[in-house]
């Protein structure tokens, strides 16, 4: 069966995106992936060479094409790109029943895994995604901001947990840009208490800040590909271990 992996911040510049494409990079060595780039940045569908004028989500969502027909394969995974039309989701996907639209387009399908990069503010894309997804990972830095953002998910969540449709957990917070330092730890500190007050945990593993990330993306390389051994390659690695044996207990 399917497992639906969004990750999710409502901050920008917390790693989202790249976090979001190195699990689907690393997932596709061993599953069947699709990725789905909701955010209309498209930065996702950049960073992983995928043809930005073909037909991608936006298309899929609006019934002009099937998902089938609408994946590309880039590196070990399919992709569905994002579109510059999605910044006007509000307007595009306003009826009360698109929300379900995702969902809608994922079910019956073939993949192993999906992992959603999802719209980085509240709207219509989003509420999509949490309706979608078995499991979100909240992704964060140190920072006030973004940590006040996981509450924000978990804020999100707990609104939709009237639905019947709604069946998403959160599957960890992850910390990504880490280093040794007093101002870290205290972070660390406070994120668990969140995990804590929101019944779910840290990862482990601790995305450790490193330049690699930012000349991986230049060249247009998953940080694994760019150099396999780099601090945050690893890292990566070991979320996803730890993002298989959590589903695993899971069942």
Partial sequence: MTKILAVINQKGG???TTTASEIAYLLGEKYKTLAIDLDAQRNFSMYNEADLDAPGIYEVLNAEMLLKDAVQHVKTFDLLTA????????????????VFLLGDVLEDNDYDFVVIDSAP??????????LAADYIIPVTECDDGSIEGIR??????????????????????????????????????????????????????????SIVVSESKTARLSINEYER??????DYRNVIKEIESRIEGDK
């Avoid at 509000?90 to 009360?96: R, S």
């Avoid at 019947?164 to 972070?187: R, V």
């Avoid at 051994?229 to 690893?234: L, T």
């Fill in 229 to 234: 051994w780099n601090n945050a390659s690893v």
């Fill in 14 to 16: 917390v790693g989202k």
């Fill in 121 to 130: 503010a509240r709207s219509p894309l989003l509420y999509m995604t949490y």
């Fill in 83 to 98: 579109s510059k039309k999605l910044a006007d989701s509000a307007k595009e996907f306003g009826e009360p029943d698109d």
């Fill in 152 to 209: 924000e998910v978990y804020t999100d969540m707990t609104r939709f947990k009237r639905w019947p449709q709604f069946h998403a957990k959160i599957l960890g917070i992850l910390m990504t840009k880490y280093e040794k330092t007093s101002m870290h730890q205290i972070a660390l500190e406070e994120l668990s208490q969140i995990a804590e007050e929101i019944g779910t945990s840290l990862f482990e593993s601790k995305i450790r800040k």
